[in-house]
C-alpha cells in the first residue's frame, strides 16, 4: 500500500521524477491550444469489451450446440436393421402400420456424424449451462482485489487466459467431463470481465462520453450473443468453438497496446505515467495536469480502506445493496438467460413453422439493435418508469408464453397461432434490453458512495451470477416437471413481482447527483 503522504503528492511535485522532462508530457496551454481526441478512449473501449464479446459467444453457445450433442432419450434408433422379412435402411418410421406389425414413435437413421458422436444425456447438458454460472460467481469476487494490486490492464490480460484454454478444451472436447471444465473456466473469466471492464472504461472517459462508452460492455455482449447464433447455424459445434476462441486471442493482443487506466497509476503515487496514460487516451493536446489534480482531489476525500460492515453499518450502503440486489434478483428470475441458453429448444418444443435456428437469429437482432437504443431511452425516460415498462410487458410475454405451452401440450391445435412463441421471445428481448438488461448494472454504480462499492460491486455481482446458475441448472429441470406452461408462469410472477416493488420501493435516479439519491437512500 502506498504510504498516505504519497498519495497525497500534487502534480507539481512531480518535477524530480525522471519522467516528467518527457516532451508528451508538455501541456500546450502557452499555445492556448487545449482540445482532446476521443478516438482512443473509444477504440480502448472497443478492446477492453472483446471480454463482452467473448461472454456473450460463452452464454449463446448452448443454444445451437446442446440440440446437436443431446442424446434423444424417447426415441429408438434402428440403422440397416431387418424385422421379419422387413428390411428397414435410413428411413424415419412413426405410426405406421405394416402387416401385423406396428411401429410407434421409431426414428430411424444413419450413424451418427463424427462431430455429434458425443452425446449428453439432460442431467449433463444442465452442467454444460449452469458450469458457466458457477465460475463466474467464483471469478467475480477476487476480481476487485486483483485490480487493486494489479492493474486493471493486468487484471484484463490474465482474467483472458480461462478464456483461451476453455476453448481450446471445448473445441477438442471427447467427453462432457472436458465440456465441464471448459464452461468453467470460460465463467471465471466472464463473471472477471463482468467488473474489470466496466471499471476500465469509467477510468479512461472524458465525463461526456462516460455514459456511452459505458454502454457498449452490454451491447458487445449481444454481439457476441447474436455471432453464434448466426454462425452455429452454419458450422459443426468443434468449428463454432474453434472461431470462440479467435475472440480471447484478439483481446489479448489488443490489451498488448492499451495503457493503464490514469485513476490506478494515480493511486499507486506513479503521476508521470498517470500523465502519459492520458495523453495516449485523450491525445497530445490535452491539460493532463488539470486533469490528474481533479482525479486526485476525487481520491482525497474517499476511505482508502472501507470493509464489509462498513457497507451494513450505513443505512443508506444497506439500503443501496437491497435495491440493488433486488434488480439483479428479478433480472435473472424474468427467465432472460433460460430463454438465452434454450432458444432454439423452445422454439422446436413449441412446433412452430417457423426454423428455429431462423427464430434465434432474429432474437439475437433483436436484442442488439434494442440494447444499442438503450442508452437514449435511459438518459430521456429514466430509470424507474423503464423498468416499469420492461417487467409489465415480459409478465405479458411469459403469460402468453405458458398459454401457449398449455394448448400445446393438452393437444389442441396450435398450427394457426405457430409464430406466438416467436413473437412473444422478440417482445421480451425487447422490453428485457430496454429496461432489466441494463439499468440494474447502471444503478449499481448510481447507488453506493465510491468507499464501499468496489466491496457492494461484488456481492451484487455474485449474487447475479448465483441467480444464473440456478434459473439456468432449474430450467430444464423444472420443464420436465411442471411443463413449460407453469415454468414460463412461474417467470411470470417474478416479474410482476418486480413490478409492484418498483413502483412501490424505487425512486428515480435519473439527473440526481451522489449526495440526492444518499439523502434518498438514508430517509432525509
Known amino acids: 500500500m502506498v504510504a498516505n503522504e504519497d498519495i497525497k503528492k500534487t502534480v507539481s511535485q512531480e518535477d524530480g521524477d525522471p519522467n516528467s522532462h518527457n516532451p508528451m508530457l508538455y501541456d500546450p496551454l502557452q499555445d492556448g491550444v487545449v482540445k482532446t481526441s476521443k478516438t482512443r478512449q473509444y477504440l480502448a473501449a472497443l478492446i477492453i469489451c472483446l471480454g463482452a464479446v467473448a461472454a456473450g459467444t460463452a452464454l449463446a453457445w448452448t443454444s445451437p450446440v446442446l440440440p446437436k450433442i443431446t442424446a434423444n432419450a424417447n426415441s429408438t434408433v434402428i440403422t440397416n436393421s431387418t424385422i421379419g422379412n422387413l428390411t428397414i435402411s435410413n428411413s424415419t418410421i412413426a405410426n405406421s402400420t405394416i402387416g401385423n ?76 467431463g472436458w465440456l465441464y471444465v471448459g464452461r468453467f473456466l470460460i465463467g471465471i473469466s466472464t463473471g472477471s470481465f463482468c467488473v474489470v471492464a466496466p471499471m476500465y472504461i469509467s477510468e479512461i472517459a472524458e465525463t461526456s462520453i462516460r455514459g456511452t462508452l459505458g454502454t457498449l460492455f452490454q451491447l458487445l455482449l449481444t454481439i457476441g450473443i447474436l455471432l ?11 468449428t463454432l468453438s474453434m472461431i470462440c476462441l479467435l475472440i480471447p486471442i484478439a483481446l489479448f493482443c489488443g490489451l498488448l497496446i492499451l495503457p493503464e487506466t490514469p485513476v490506478y497509476l494515480l493511486k499507486k503515487g506513479r503521476r508521470s505515467e498517470a500523465a502519459l496514460s492520458l495523453k495516449w487516451l485523450w491525445g497530445r493536446y490535452c491539460d493532463s495536469r488539470s486533469a490528474i489534480q481533479v482525479i486526485q482531489n476525487d481520491l482525497d476525500q474517499t476511505v482508502a480502506d472501507a470493509s464489509v460492515m462498513d457497507l451494513f453499518s450505513n443505512r443508506g450502503s444497506r439500503k443501496g445493496l437491497v435495491i440493488s440486489a433486488l434488480l439483479m434478483v428479478f433480472q435473472q428470475f424474468s427467465g432472460i438467460n433460460a430463454v438465452i441458453f434454450y432458444t432454439e429448444s423452445i422454439f422446436q418444443s413449441a412446433g412452430t413453422s417457423l426454423n428455429a435456428s431462423l427464430c434465434s437469429i432474429i432474437v439475437g437482432v433483436v436484442q442488439v439493435f434494442m440494447t444499442l437504443a438503450s442508452s437514449l431511452l435511459i438518459e430521456k425516460a429514466g430509470r424507474k418508469i ?36 416467436l413473437l412473444c421471445v422478440v417482445l421480451f428481448i425487447i422490453s428485457f434490453s430496454v429496461g432489466y438488461g441494463p439499468i440494474p448494472w447502471l444503478m449499481m454504480g448510481e447507488l453506493f458512495l465510491p468507499d464501499v462499492k468496489g466491496i457492494a460491486v461484488s456481492l451484487t455481482v455474485m449474487l447475479n451470477w448465483l441467480c444464473v446458475f440456478v434459473v439456468t441448472k432449474c430450467f430444464s429441470s423444472m420443464n420436465d416437471a411442471l411443463g413449460s406452461d407453469v415454468t414460463f408462469w412461474f417467470f411470470g410472477a417474478w416479474m410482476t413481482l418486480a413490478t409492484i416493488y418498483v413502483a412501490i420501493a424505487v425512486q428515480e435516479t435519473k439527473g440526481k447527483s451522489a449526495s440526492q439519491i444518499q439523502n434518498w437512500l438514508n430517509g432525509r
Open 101 to 176: 406389425l406396428t411401429i410407434a414413435n421409431v426414428t430411424v437413421s444413419t450413424p451418427l456424424p463424427s462431430e455429434d458422436r458425443l452425446q449428453l444425456t439432460v442431467d449433463q447438458t444442465t452442467w454444460v449451462s449452469s458450469l458457466l454460472a458457477i465460475g463466474a460467481f467464483l471469478g467475480a469476487l477476487p476480481t476487485g482485489y486483483i485490480a487493486d494490486t494489479i492493474g486493471r490492464r493486468y487484471t484484463a490480460m490474465v482474467m483472458d487466459m480461462p478464456f483461451i484454454l476453455a476453448w481450446i478444451s471445448i473445441s477438442f472436447a471427447q467427453s462432457a
Open 228 to 238: 453464434v447464433y448466426l454462425v452455429g447455424s452454419m458450422v459443426t459445434w468443434q
Open 386 to 421: 423503464l423498468l416499469i415498462f420492461s417487467s409489465t410487458v415480459m409478465t405479458i410475454c411469459l403469460a402468453m408464453l405458458g398459454a401457449y405451452f398449455n394448448m400445446s401440450n393438452s393437444g389442441k391445435d396450435v398450427s394457426s397461432i405457430g409464430w406466438l412463441p
